[in-house]
C-alpha cells in the first residue's frame, strides 16, 4: 500500500509520493493546514488518514536557561546533554554568582537546576529561589543532588526531579533528563497550535523532523555510500542541525552510544539570514573564504541565486567550525577521524557537488591543517527523511 | 569517611603514581574521586566543590607546577570553599631543589602540604595525621 509523506518546514512543505518528491513554499500569510489544504488538498484526497505521515521542523526549538553548581562538572553535563536533546542554551548561572547574574528577558522553555554528588546536601538555597522568582518559564527541572530535592520541591511549585546527572563518581548520567527534554521538545513541536491542526489529515502521530532524521541514521550506511564515522548536515531555512556519531566526541565524559544531534537555531538561509550573515561576518575566516570563492563581502547583502549559494556554502563552513577545536564553548567533534559528511535538506536542492567540495575542502585546509576531506555524500531526493518516516509508521501509538 | 579529591594538574600525564595514590587512598580507607591525568586546576576545585571533599591531593611530576599556581588563590576564592585541606605532591620543581626551599613557596600559594619527592608513604601519613590533628 502506498503512503504519503509530508515534511512540514519554516520555509517550505516537501511531499513525498512512490511517484517522487515536490516541494512547496509556505505562504506565511495562512496557517499550515489551510495552505497544505490549498496547495496539495487533491494529492490528500487520494490517500487513506491512516497512509498519511506527517513530520515538522517549523518553528523548532526549546530554550533552556541552565543554574549550575561548576563549571567542570554541573554546567558542563547538563549543557551537553541539553545540546543533545536539541535544546537551545540561552544562559548558564553559575551557582556561586547567582546573586548578581542577570535575568532573561524572554520566557524560558525549561530551566534545568543541578549540582552536586548524592550525598551531599545543602547545596541550593534561598538564593536560588529569589533568582527563580524573577525569570519566566514554563518548566523547571532538577538532576542535582538527591539531598536538596525535598527542600527544592517544597518551595518550587511544579518542580520535576529526576535522577542526579552526576554519578557518585563523578561521570555524567545522560538518561532521565536526555529523554525528558527529549519529550518536551517533541511535545513543543507537535503542540504547537497550528501543528495540531494537522491531525485532521492523518491517524499517525506527527514527529519532529529532526527526530525522524535521527532514526534513520542506524540505516543509513544500507542506503547509501557512507563510511562510519559520520556526520549529517542538515541546512534548512530557519535551522541547521548537525546529526554525528558518537565516535567523534572523545570528551571525558562517558555516556551511551548512538548519535547525537546539535541543533544551530539561528543559522538558516531563509528565515534567519541576518543570524547567518552575521556570523559569518564575525569569523575569522570570512575573508579569506569569499576570497577563495571569488566574491566579496557585497555578496552578503544581494538577493539573487548566486547570494544564496554563497550563504550555503557559508553555512556548510559555519556549522563545522561550530563544533571544530577551534570553538571550544561548543561541543567539539573530531572531525580529523571523520570518514564521511552527508548533507541533506534544502541545500541539496540548490548547490551542486563541486560547490560543496570545494567549501568542505576550503574548511580541511585552513581549518584543520588536512590536505584529504571526508567523502562526501548529497542526499539529493531527502532519502534520509524518507527512511526515517517510513520507519516509524507502526510503532509508536498517538500519545496526544 | 573522609573525601579526596586527586588527579594529575596540568598539562601532565604521568600516570603511574596517579594510580597508586588512588589505590593506596582506598586502602586506607578514604573514598577517592580521581580525576586522572591532565586535570585542570578549575577542574579540581570544581570537583571539590561537587563532591564536598575535605581533601584536594594534586600531582604534578613534570615540573610545571608553579606555571598554575598563582591561579589557585583567584579560584579558591570564586567559591566559598568550605575548609579544604590543598596538598601537593611529586616533582614541583625542573631540576634540583631542595624540600625545604619548595615548601615555604608552595605554601605562599595557598598550599597547606607540600610534598617535593617524598615517598608516597610517608605523605600520606602525614596527611593522616594533619588532618586528625584539625579535627
Ligand atoms: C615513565 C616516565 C615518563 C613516561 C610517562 C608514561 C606515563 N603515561 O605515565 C613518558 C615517556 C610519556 C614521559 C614523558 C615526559 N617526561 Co617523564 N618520566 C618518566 C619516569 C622515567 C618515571 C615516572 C614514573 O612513572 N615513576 C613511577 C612513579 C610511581 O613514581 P613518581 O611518578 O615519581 O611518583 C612517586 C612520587 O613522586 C610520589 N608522588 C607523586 N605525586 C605525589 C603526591 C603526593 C601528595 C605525595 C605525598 C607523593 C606523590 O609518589 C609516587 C610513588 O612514590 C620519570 C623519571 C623517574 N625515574 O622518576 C620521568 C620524569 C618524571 N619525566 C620527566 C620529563 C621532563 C618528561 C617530559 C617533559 C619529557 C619530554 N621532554 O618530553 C615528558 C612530559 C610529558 C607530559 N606532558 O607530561 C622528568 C621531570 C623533571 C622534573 N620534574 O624536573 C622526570 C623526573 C625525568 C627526569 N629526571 O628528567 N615520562
Redesign the interface.
Known sequence: MSKLLIDVGSTYVKVCQKSGISQYFRDFKKDIYDDLVTKCGDIFSKYAKEDIFICSSANGGLSTLIIG??????LKFAQNIAFNSGINIIDTVLY?KIEESKYPAELVDVVIVV???DG?GNVFDKRLLDYLQNIRYSNIVYVGTSQDAGFLSMHIPALKVLGNI?TP??HINEGELKEYLTNLYQADIVGKEDIKHLYALTANQIYSTPYVVNRSLSQIDANFDVVNPFIVIDIGGATTDIHYSHDLVRDNIVSESGYDRLVFKKLGVYKSRETLIFAAKNNEFVYELLAYLHVTENILEEESEKALRILMQLSIFLVLYKVSRLNPQYVTLHLELLETIVLTGGITKVLVFEEVEAIIGFFYKKVMNIHSIPNIVMDFDYAIWTIGMEDNEPKEQKCL | MMKVVTGVVGNDIHVVANRLIDISLQARGFEV?N?GVNT?L??F???A????ADILLISSLNGEAEGWCRDLQFLRS???LKDVTFVIGGNLAVGEAKQSDLAPKYKSYGFDLVFHQVDLNTGLDEIERYMSERS
Do not use: H, Q
Open positions: 553548581l561548576t563549571n567542570s562538572f554541573s556561586s549540582g552536586g554528588i551531599i552526576i563518581k563523578l | 574521586f580525576l585542570s578549575e577542574e576545585i570544581d570537583a566543590v561537587e563532591t564536598d570564586e567559591y566559598a
